[in-house]
């Protein structure tokens, strides 16, 4: 079982990511914005982080660059939530500091394989 | 916390967003050269397509992508924001909520083509539809042979890998469940140790991968580094067996003491468990 931060402004989205994880037996811890995400982040260590990009108070971006300043978040996979038509977005996330990113919209099962390959379960 | 189910939530998500962005819409009436009233709708609309597609609004979704589309054309400059097109927009929202509430009712289809025929027109041409390449697709292959029975495997990791959660321990899994053998460590980047910034990944790898594996799935292992590292992989056919070339003096190739490939892998491990830790290098 994995310990995974969820940071989404769409609560659907975060009960939809919940879901699936959780059934697959991980533990799930929510944020609803990168203020949030970032915050939850420096109090716990995470083994992996998904994240959409565009957020309000913080966005995706700027809370990957400040966990990836996190001693303690070293090496934690950050998966960012993106389209197939964000091509320039996916560049500056993983610039960011981004492991990866899983295209919206997206099933459960496309969310459980992108994480069984960034954690190897 | 359980709470509601995600498709109520998302009907909740979606009222909301549809409120905003038909007061970005009647907001860009009075001022159709506002960039960020442009970028709120078209934000709107993209999300409210990618959360209905989710949640199984499938008719939803197909709708709203084409005002997606045509919103993202006047982001680009390729169409003009104008009053018909806010107009026809602001009739297109009432539509999207009679999909998110009867998606299944009568004339739901009828009026879905006349409001897309109103937007395609407005279009002028530009209708966006070719859609960007897939995230991650391969490239294009030059190299492949009909005789092929293998695949020779090269690569070397962007330096940041391990900082940025990319564990190569989990590559080598995968690419170990399609069959890799003769795997040889390349140390001729580790630097000596008073040089060496443990956190960077310093390693390079080679292998040999029978042919049951395709090109696209070697490459799908890397589908979130392929863009910024060193990947070669090469067919092996039936009279050559292996044509590739050491990369590096210090390339090994053929079997590997167990002993090297042993150390090799703690050091790995080590680095990717603890990228902050020292690294030493293997005997060899």
């Excluded at chain 1, 915050?39 to 990957?64: C, Q, R």
């Excluded at chain 2, 060496?196 to 991968?209: A, R, S, V, Y």
Aim: glycine share 6%; aromatic share 4%; charged share 20%.
């Amino acid at each position: 079982m994995s310990n995974i931060l969820t940071v989404d402004d769409s609560m659907s989205v975060r009960m939809a990511i919940r879901i699936a994880l959780s059934g697959a037996g991980h533990q799930v811890v929510e944020a609803a914005d990168g203020k949030e995400g970032l915050d939850k982040a420096v109090s716990s260590k995470f083994d992996m982080i998904i994240t959409d990009l565009n957020m309000p108070k913080m966005n995706g971006l700027e809370m990957i660059r400040e966990i990836r300043k996190l001693p303690q978040q070293a090496g934690t996979p950050i998966i960012f939530l993106t389209t197939e038509s964000d091509e320039g977005m996916k560049q500056q996330a993983k610039a960011a500091g981004a492991t990866g990113w899983l295209v919206k919209p997206f099933v459960a099962e496309n969310l459980l394989k992108v994480t069984r390959k960034v954690l190897g379960q | 916390m359980s709470g509601p189910d995600p498709v109520e939530a998302f009907r909740l998500e979606a009222g909301e967003l549809l409120d905003a962005t038909e007061q970005a819409l009647l907001d860009l009436s009075q001022d159709l050269a506002s960039r960020d009233l442009i970028d709120t709708v078209f934000r709107g609309l993209h999300t409210l397509k990618g959360s209905g597609a989710m949640f199984g609004f499938d008719a939803l979704a197909a709708f709203t992508h084409h005002c997606e589309t045509i919103f993202d054309s006047v982001r680009k400059g390729n169409v003009p924001a104008s009053a018909e097109l806010v107009a026809v927009t602001l009739s297109a929202m009432d539509h999207i909520r009679t999909l998110i509430d009867d998606p299944d009712g009568e004339d739901v289809d009828t009026a879905s083509a006349a409001l897309l025929a109103r937007i395609q027109a407005l279009s002028g041409g530009d209708s966006g539809t070719a859609a960007a390449p897939a995230p991650g697709a391969p490239a294009p292959h030059t190299d492949d042979s009909a005789h092929q029975h293998g695949w020779h495997v090269q690569f070397r990791l962007p330096p940041d890998a391990l900082m940025n959660g990319t564990n190569p321990l989990i590559l080598l899994d995968e690419l170990r469940d399609m069959g890799a053998t003769n795997l040889v460590v390349d140390f001729s980047h580790v630097p000596p140790l008073d040089a060496l910034d443990p956190t960077q990944c310093h390693l390079g790898w080679t292998m040999d991968i029978p042919s049951t594996a395709t090109r696209e799935e070697i490459e799908d292992v890397f589908i979130f580094v392929i863009d910024d590292m060193e990947l070669s992989i090469r067919a092996t056919d039936a009279t050559t067996d292996s044509p590739v070339q050491a990369q590096t003096p210090d390339t090994m190739e053929g079997q590997v003491p167990n002993a090297v490939q042993t150390a090799t892998a703690t050091q790995a491990e080590h680095l990717a468990e603890h990228p902050g830790a020292k690294a030493t290098r293997p005997p060899q």
